[in-house]
């Protein structure tokens, strides 16, 4: 117990608590926030941490589940064919990425850093197009709602697979990228049904991926413990503070950190446009791109307002549109 107790125990668990309250005031997935969080701290080499990581996942992530099934907010027909595609590709995905790096643990680890950089950008990048439509949802009246839409099999089946490939390579996207994918497919699906959805099937979606990446990489319990001790009550707290917090804020500023986190890791990984690996970092570069994007993205997204019509800054907020209730007294103003 003693070589378990250690600082690196604390500093894992400070993490698992932050991230967890993030994750529970804007319901967005943890894999994309904690994963470069526990590499950074250098606790352990990329495929530990993503075993790790998605170990924990399926441990909270099933309470959030159980009590979306409870409510009955889940449509269960169209999580059905999200797990169809995505189980099987997230037990493939730990063995693709082995196979592509082959038997040298500097070329695995090199490779997935690479691999994480490129998924939480696609993460922020999607987690933003999700905003916009809702945007443009908001402004157009929104569709009508559908609890029960017509379930599109092979489309289904894509998005995911692709997000069963993701989440077993890099522990990203199971929230993230399958939800802009739900939410583009069947647009007439309240928010609700959208999350309670999406956490039905990334249940086993991340379940697979854990148990696929144990049998390879092994589980080191000295991460998985304090990650899931801080983590917990961090997503309880946030839950209950998040009617208290100015969510705008905190939305956008999660599409800032993804992208400095996805250049970052590129940048420890080597890739060519940025630098040469751990011992030539661009630290400047990466907080230059977070100052660009910190003073550059409200004005893009004050443009992108004005372009529907609404005001520069303002309501509805990144938060409201994030929700249902704006969007009912949106299509009431319009019905008056």
Not at 106 to 128: N, P, Q, R, V
Not at 257 to 263: A, D, F, I, P, R
Not at 286 to 310: C, D, H, S, T
Request: a neutral charge; charged letters at 15%.
């Amino acid at each position: 117990m003693g070589d378990l107790i250690t600082t690196t125990f604390f500093s894992i668990m400070a993490a698992g608590f932050f991230v967890g309250i993030v994750v529970g005031l804007t319901g967005m997935g943890g894999g994309a926030l904690m994963t470069p969080a526990l590499i950074f701290l250098g606790v352990g080499d990329a495929s530990t941490v993503v075993t790790a990581d998605l170990t924990a996942a399926a441990i909270y992530k099933s309470g959030g589940a159980i009590t979306h099934a409870r409510e009955g907010s889940p449509n269960f027909p169209l999580a059905k064919w999200l797990i169809l595609g995505s189980v099987p590709m997230a037990l493939l995905g730990p063995w693709l990425i082995h196979a592509v790096a082959g038997s040298e643990p500097d070329s695995l680890d090199t490779l997935l850093k690479e691999c994480i950089g490129f998924a939480l950008l696609f993460a922020a990048a999607t987690y933003a197009l999700r905003l916009y439509i809702n945007l443009r949802r908001v402004r157009g009246g929104a569709p009508n709602a559908d609890p029960d839409p017509h379930i599109r099999p092979l489309a289904t089946l894509a998005v995911g697979a692709i997000g069963g490939l993701l989440v077993g390579i890099t522990s990203v996207g199971s929230g993230s990228v399958i939800m802009i994918a739900l939410l583009m497919l069947y647009p007439g699906l309240s928010a609700v049904k959208l999350v309670g959805t999406d956490l039905v099937q990334a249940v086993p979606l991340v379940l697979a991926a854990a148990i696929s990446n144990i049998v390879i990489n092994g589980l080191d319990w000295s991460i998985l413990i304090p990650l899931v001790i801080g983590s917990t009550p961090g997503t309880i707290l946030g839950s209950r503070i998040a009617p208290k917090v100015p969510q705008s804020f905190i939305r956008r500023g999660i599409v800032v950190v993804l992208t400095m986190s996805g250049v970052a890791l590129l940048d420890k990984a080597g890739w060519p446009p940025l630098g040469s690996g751990e011992d030539d970092t661009h630290p400047i570069l990466i907080a230059a791109i977070g100052l660009v994007m910190v003073v550059v993205v409200p004005l893009i997204w004050g443009v992108l307002r004005k372009e529907q019509g609404l005001p520069f800054m303002g309501a509805p907020t990144v938060a409201e549109l994030e929700g249902d209730p704006y969007r009912r007294r949106a299509r009431r103003v319009e019905q008056q």
